[in-house]
């Protein structure tokens, strides 16, 4: 009778089962074009159901359109920048993950904050020459 062997993993190892080999799944011959290289042979994502690149929006404009109202247009600027940005940020709301998202909500906020300084701004001068 010949003595068992254990494996370094603590259990016994049976001599009469061949060695396990590598499963290879798929088509492993490589092409020419590096870009179109697919080794399991899949469609690639853009063509497959469901999953379409998420609607552009003005996003980047709203945030370009509030920093400028910080410096020149004040609240003559931020009320379009805030239109434009609550427009974009309906559209980033239905796609988690949207790219534009958090420019959205950047913009949003600067339009906001233009908004309650320019009304302040006008509010206080008021204050002041009405008293004349």
């Known amino acids: 009778m010949k003595p068992e062997a254990t494996s370094p993993w603590g259990g016994i190892e049976d001599d009469s089962s061949p060695p396990s080999a590598p499963i290879l799944i798929g088509n492993l011959q490589t092409q020419n074009n590096p ?3 697919n ?3 899949n469609p690639p994502i ?11 929006t003005n996003a980047t404009l709203s945030l370009v359109l509030a920093i400028v109202s910080l410096v020149f247009g004040g609240i003559l600027l931020a009320v379009p920048s805030l239109l434009m940005a609550n427009s974009a940020r309906k559209i980033t709301d239905q796609y ?13 906020f600067i339009s906001w904050f233009v908004i309650v300084v320019s ?3 006008l509010a206080l001068l ?3 020459f009405s008293s004349f």
Request: aromatic content about 6%.
């Open 35 to 37: 870009q179109s290289f």
């Open 39 to 41: 080794h399991l042979n």
């Open 46 to 56: 853009s063509s497959l159901p469901g999953l379409t690149t998420p609607p552009s």
């Open 96 to 108: 988690p993950g949207h790219p534009d998202a958090t420019t959205a909500k950047i913009a949003q």
């Open 119 to 121: 009304v302040l701004f």
């Open 126 to 128: 008021l204050i002041l």
